[in-house]
């Protein structure tokens, strides 16, 4: 019988042959669910076979995952999205093994279905999608939906379903073999881009909750797989119902959710959720969410005058229904910032510069555009800050049209087949893997989340501006109350940055490093296997309650063991986390990650690196006090980062020279299969 909050099984799907298995979910269980279950099932199916050298995400051996966790379903708030993981085809200059989310109402979906994710491998003969409905698994057609956009694309699969069962959705009943619903399929599908196989294609499911950084929109394309359908009538097993409806009172009440974020006129939410993260409009933005795709578009001001929201909105829904990765292909995200003194080639710096900052910086360079090596056709740069221009940029990008064939392939790949990958010194800001510039700075603990990642880790949980509530040390050892075991520890939060203080206990100490460790420790498991939405968790200030401390690490463990029944505690998580985290640094090696790769690109070493923050005022420990500085001047030293390194991965366990997991550190966690096949392998931590 399956664990409360589970619904035992995982749907394996082999598109070479058509072929559908079931996997038990009790083998993985201990990965606790989303991408923890992912990464031991890609081990297992894609590492410890060794038949293939992990290098080529659009290798048909390559699998793709959807996976669940167990709070989806069940109305626990902020806890309803849907891991995806696999080789990414957007990481350079390694397809490393990666991850991306969305929320939505397919993960609940999946589970009403009877299933707890879905592990997706091989390759149609031609085009595909997987329908799901509860136990019912089939492969439909797909070739009449081959160049549609994602919105038509799910629009038809409703109308097809519907009219199978001759219903009305939303106003008639629908018998599903041993149950009822009034509910359409939740989709999850690809747009032009994916098809094309660009590789920064993403996979849409609704109106725009996107499972963006990564590129797995190629992936499908790569496999002919166009959509996923999924409907189900089943309900999901939860251990203490009572105990599930007091948690989410009691978390809502102590905490209640921020305001909406993002432009549009109305909220809506995830299944489960009551935040309203989701803008919607008359006209534009259905559904989309309002982050990095309502602002890709935004033309810097000055030169230009501000980009209209009605604008900004219209370009929203291009790449939504087109299948792209918007933070990709950005002008400057949501604002830019003054160069300091003296800064080469630009005046100012983006927040967010990705593929239309730099081809707009070379072209007005004159190095490309037209008679150039490389055209700039068919952009009409002329019209660069109108909705026009983003709508015939996007298109290009989708269909690889002139110079969208080269872009399709991402910004830093374009940067390296025209010959300019030196450009990552400076006006090409792709801190690490070939992801673009997200707050790294003087965030240093998201720069280096992400060096030692494979991707931009999109963590938006330590709030570090000043705090008018209390002195800076008061907040520091509030943030590190929050992170237990380590919450004696407010040195963990100092980003001293020049000096001695900055090895003792600044941005290159042992204090950091053990920091950046306990953050990914909780994404791995928390986050990113118990999908809890990174806009609310974790949650160490709360400006609602009398003494500001906030939901973590009191919540993640209530909610949880309210649904499964067992009696996991915060620090149980964290292990679990490390273990999952271990597994990833495991794959990583096997696909031939090693110390010497892990550095950043030039720019982080140079002044301006940091002046595209939002706030740069952040907590400074100065040797006897603390105090809230302006670190808007941070850069990297990279002697010191190279220390940071050291330290971290002794605090990992994981050998300081080569950065591989020690043989100890693994089977402490139970991974001594994982260790015995490095060890075969040469790429085990002396």
């Not at 935040?275 to 919607?280: D, L, T, Y």
């Not at 009191?554 to 909610?559: K, N, T």
Request: with cysteine; proline share 6%; hydrophobic share 35%.
């Amino acid at each position: 019988m399956a664990t409360p909050g589970y619904a035992g099984k995982i749907l394996r799907v082999n598109l070479t042959g058509g072929r559908t298995g079931i996997i038990e979910t009790s083998k993985y269980e201990e990965f606790g669910g989303g991408y923890g279950i992912g990464a031991a099932i890609f081990w297992d199916l894609c590492v410890a076979p060794g038949n293939w050298d992990l290098q080529d995400a659009l290798d048909p051996r390559n699998i793709i995952t959807f996976m669940t966790g167990p709070l989806a379903g069940t109305g626990v708030p902020s806890a309803g999205r849907t891991s995806v993981s696999g080789l990414a085809p957007q990481a350079w200059p390694v397809n490393w093994f990666s991850r991306s989310n969305f929320g939505g109402s397919f993960a609940s979906f999946l589970k009403f279905a009877g299933w707890d994710g879905i592990v997706v491998e091989g390759k149609s003969e031609s085009p595909v999608y997987l329908n799901i409905v509860n136990d019912t698994v089939t492969l439909e057609d797909a070739k009449p939906l081959w160049g549609l956009d994602t919105w038509k694309t799910q629009e038809e699969i409703w109308k097809a379903q519907s009219s199978r069962a001759a219903v009305r959705y939303g106003g008639q009943w629908q018998s599903l073999e041993s149950g009822c619903t009034l509910q359409r399929p939740s989709i999850v599908a690809i747009g032009p881009a994916g098809e094309n196989k660009s590789r920064i294609a993403s996979l849409v499911h609704g109106g725009g909750s996107g499972a963006g950084q990564g590129g797995f929109g190629a992936v499908f394309g790569a496999k002919n797989l166009k959509a996923i359908a999924v409907l189900g009538t089943a309900s999901i097993k939860v251990a203490q119902p009572g105990a599930v409806l007091e948690a989410r009172e009691w978390f809502e009440t102590a905490w209640p959710a921020g305001s909406r974020r993002g432009p549009g006129s109305v909220g809506s939410c995830c299944t489960g959720c009551g935040r309203g993260c989701h803008s919607r409009d008359p006209v534009y933005g259905q559904d989309s969410d309002a982050c990095a795709e309502s602002v890709w578009f935004n033309a810097p001001s000055p030169p230009y005058d501000p980009t209209p929201a009605r604008e900004r909105l219209k370009a929203t829904d291009v790449v939504q229904r087109l299948g792209i990765n918007a933070s990709e292909i950005s002008y400057i995200g949501s604002r830019s910032f003054p160069s300091p003194p003296g800064h080469p080639i630009q005046p100012t710096i983006p927040s967010k510069g990705g593929t239309a900052y730099y081809v707009k910086k070379l072209y007005d360079m004159g190095i490309i555009g037209p008679g150039k090596t490389v055209d700039t056709a068919p952009l009409p740069m002329e019209l660069y800050d109108t909705v026009e221009f983003a709508e015939i940029f996007a298109l290009a990008i989708a269909q690889r049209i002139g110079i969208g064939t080269m872009l399709a392939d991402g910004t830093v790949r374009f940067a390296e087949k025209i010959g300019r990958i030196r450009d990552m010194e400076d006006i090409l800001r792709y801190p690490a893997w070939g992801f673009v510039d997200h707050w790294t700075m003087p965030n240093v603990e998201w720069a280096y989340g992400n060096l030692m990642d494979s991707r931009d880790i999109n963590n938006h949980d330590m709030q570090l501006a000043p705090n008018e509530r209390m002195s800076c040390e008061e907040y520091v050892r509030l943030l590190a109350a929050a992170c237990p075991p380590f919450d004696d520890d407010p040195y963990m939060f100092d980003y001293s940055w020049q000096g001695e203080q900055a090895f003792k206990t600044g941005i290159y100490s042992d204090h950091k490093a053990k920091f950046i460790a306990w953050r990914q420790h909780y994404a791995m498991f928390y986050k990113e296997s118990m999908l809890f939405c990174d806009w609310v968790f974790a949650n160490a200030y709360s400006p609602q309650t009398a003494d500001g401390r906030g939901a973590t690490p009191q919540a993640e463990p209530v909610f949880i063991n309210a649904v499964t029944g067992k009696n996991l505690s915060f620090m149980e998580g964290i292990e679990k986390g490390r273990k999952i985290w271990n597994l990833k640094r495991a794959i990583f090696v096997m696909q031939g990650r090693h110390r010497d790769m892990e550095k950043f690109s030039g720019f982080m070493h140079r002044p301006g690196a940091s002046s595209a923050h939002y706030q740069p005022s952040v907590p400074v420990f100065d040797g006897k006090n603390w105090g809230w500085e302006d670190c808007s001047d941070l850069y990297l030293d990279r002697a010191g980062v190279e220390r940071w390194k050291s330290a971290f991965y002794d605090f990992e366990g994981w050998d300081a020279r080569t950065g591989y997991p020690r043989r100890g550190t693994l089977e402490g966690l139970g991974l001594g299969q994982v260790a015995g096949l490095l060890e075969r392998k040469g790429k085990i931590g002396s």
